[in-house]
């Protein structure tokens, strides 16, 4: 009897069946660095185990062991999640920035408002390795090689503009473009560091973010003007 089989049919099936697979794989880490920073933040960097994180999960620690091969591994994971929705954000919120001032603005407004209003994830993101102590977080070159792409996705977009040189010939002086791009945004994130810290103490900063926020835009957008003749 000959071969009706369609192949076209059959590599479309394999296809679709991958791709379901992909789906189940990808959902089921999600779920577990949900897990972990759920274990994270309710217990703390101790007692987040493979086991705490697996039983959060609903799986068994050697199901976890499949996609995470350390603890070391799983919180970097958490990290660089933060950190790449942020720097997206960022990004985002740069695009359509006419001028370099416009873009430090952008970078400080999307930062403190972006994690101001999950500051948890702010902490697990730039405080996490200090609290957690020495050793805590030990990262490799690649997982290194991952995180240095994200700064210039925050930070690219600004330094390019403030090297353009304005209508009247001038450009904004004193300051390397990139350094006072990263330094719009080492402002915001000590903003953070601030607002986290009072908030914790049960004492609120005088100012609103409102007001800190377009503080701190005016004074790098006044950084970044241009000087004739510069």
């Known amino acids: 009897m000959p071969d009706r089989s369609d192949p076209k049919r059959a590599s479309d099936t394999a296809t679709s069946r991958a ?5 189940r794989r990808e959902r089921s880490r999600d779920e577990i660095l949900a897990a972990a920073r759920a274990v994270l933040l309710r217990s703390g960097i101790g007692a987040m185990t493979l086991e ?28 660089y ?5 942020q720097a997206v954000a960022v990004r985002d919120a740069v695009k359509d920035a006419p001028d370099g001032g416009a873009a430090l603005a952008a970078i400080i407004r999307e930062t403190v408002t972006g994690y101001g209003a999950q500051l948890d994830d702010f902490r697990l993101a730039f405080l996490f390795g200090q609290v957690a102590g020495a ?11 991952r995180v240095r792409p994200l700064n210039d996705m925050i930070l690219g977009r600004a330094a390019a503009l403030l090297r353009e040189p304005a209508p009247g010939g001038g450009r904004a002086a004193g300051v390397d473009p990139r350094l006072l791009t990263f330094l719009a945004y080492l402002a ?21 973010d409102e007001q800190l926020v377009e503080g701190l835009a005016r004074v790098f957008t006044t950084a970044a003007a241009p000087v004739s003749g510069a």
């Open 81 to 85: 999640g933060t950190l790449e929705r």
């Open 52 to 79: 705490a994180v697996a039983a959060e999960a609903g799986m068994s620690k050697t199901g976890l062991y499949y996609y995470f091969p350390s603890k070391d591994a799983l919180v970097f994971e958490l990290v």
């Open 135 to 145: 050793g805590a977080m030990t990262w490799s070159r690649e997982q290194f090689a």
């Open 188 to 208: 915001a994130v000590g903003l953070l560091t601030m607002k986290g810290l009072v908030e914790q103490m049960g004492d609120p900063l005088l100012y609103s």
């Open 19 to 23: 791709a379901r697979k992909e789906r």
